[in-house]
């Protein structure tokens, strides 16, 4: 009898997964902060023998060496992975013992695609598949973008993309489940998928990549390619160097002078409460990430790499959820942090800083007001209010001269976004309103065209 155990990292929307038997198992492509799979394994009270990757990521920092070293296991990378450190190549076709006792077998096959290397592997009991790993190869209705490696690749990979999803439908069962890492939230995902588990059988009914031919499927999938997360530049780098063992100690603690220093020196200050919190009140020059938002995502794509950053949380149990989601992406170890409030953190004689929140109807009783919409090109395209100054968030610190004078109301599709644009915004000195409320709600107040 077989297990999968499956570890959600939903700030970036991916998950890792623990299989094996009564004895052993394997892990497959763990995420930095390894505590959490070895728990898994102690929990199931097997030996983790193999750590396994689908390829080399692009949107987190892998713990696979790490893991493997840490329990001695073998680690498995593609063949074809450029990598800068000893590890057991995987070539297609490949088959390694999970558990015999249990007749459990990995069987690589290659899936190239989301990247040239990319390696899926068959979880079999007794010859039988039962589950295949797809990382970021077949998802849940879609595949795994295909425009991360070589701009010049990418029409190649998106036709790879599509051949390695129809050798995967091909080769396997329809009751194979379908466990993919990427596809719940990544940047990683060619579109957003729905749901939460699937099999073969399924995606042959529903998959873009098994129901279309592959020139519509090419067409429609280089389409719907959005901007990639700055970060990412950092991470494939990263992984293929090898990643040092990450450190969650708690780090240095600020008083108010100190972030009043790092603020003047031009640091970041984030601050991770949500944001109607941060709008009643925050420390002046300050910017917003909601810890329980995909902060990863949104502070790795902004802050310029490498810049010092100072975390400011409720609770410690906030700051350390985020800073171990921090690590994920390589944002290592804070400059400092504080817990507490803005009464915390301001010096004698200051007082918080507040700007206003409101809704799209709101909105539309302001006809004179700037409007700012902060969504991606690809939101932004579907529906929009005229007259408004498109800035995607991602591209914003970078063009804050580009918005008119006057009250700056700005938006996104839910209000998440919407305030970390305020937050800059009110860090630069102007004045801001910030809609959160869903766009919806927009067409509602009759503000879209």
Known sequence: MFFVDTIEVAGLGNRSYLAGGERTAVAVDPPRDVDQVIAAAARRGVRITQVVETHVHNDYVTGGLELARITGAAYLVPAGARVSFARTPVHDGDRTAIDPAAGLTLRALATPGHTPHHTSYVLEENGTAVAVFTGGSLLIGTVGRPDLVEPRLTEHLARAQHASAHRLAAELPEAAEVLPTHGFGSFCSATQSEGTATTIGKEKETNDALTRDVDTFVADLLATLDDIPAYYAHMGPANATGPA?????????????????????????????????????????????????????????????????????????????????????????????????????????????????????????????????????????????????????????????????????????????????????????????????????????????
């Open 245 to 449: 063992p990450v450190d969650l100690t708690p780090p240095a603690v600020a008083d108010a002078d100190e972030i009043a220093a790092r603020l003047a020196a031009g640091e970041w200050v984030v601050d991770l409460r949500n944001r109607v919190a941060f709008a009643d009140g925050h420390v002046s020059g300050s910017f917003n990430f909601e810890a329980e938002g995909q902060l990863a995502t949104y502070l790795a794509w902004l802050i310029p790499w490498g810049k010092p950053v100072t975390l400011l949380a409720e609770s410690p149990e906030q700051l350390a959820a985020a800073q171990r989601e921090l690590a994920r992406v390589g944002i290592d170890r804070p400059a400092a942090a504080a817990t507490g409030t803005p009464a915390d953190w301001l010096r004698p004689g200051e007082t918080p800083a507040t700007f206003r929140r409101a809704t799209f109807a709101d909105l539309a009783e302001a006809p004179e007001a700037v409007v700012l919409d902060v969504r991606r090109a690809s939101e932004q395209a579907g529906g929009h209010i005229p007259g408004s100054v498109h800035i995607p968030l991602h591209t914003l610190h970078g063009r804050l001269d580009e918005i008119p004078a006057g009250d700056v109301w700005v938006h996104c599709a839910s209000g998440m976004r919407a305030t970390i644009a305020a937050s800059l915004l009110d860090a630069a000195g102007r004045d801001v309103v910030v809609v959160d409320d869903s766009f919806e709600e927009a067409g509602k107040a009759g503000l879209t065209a």
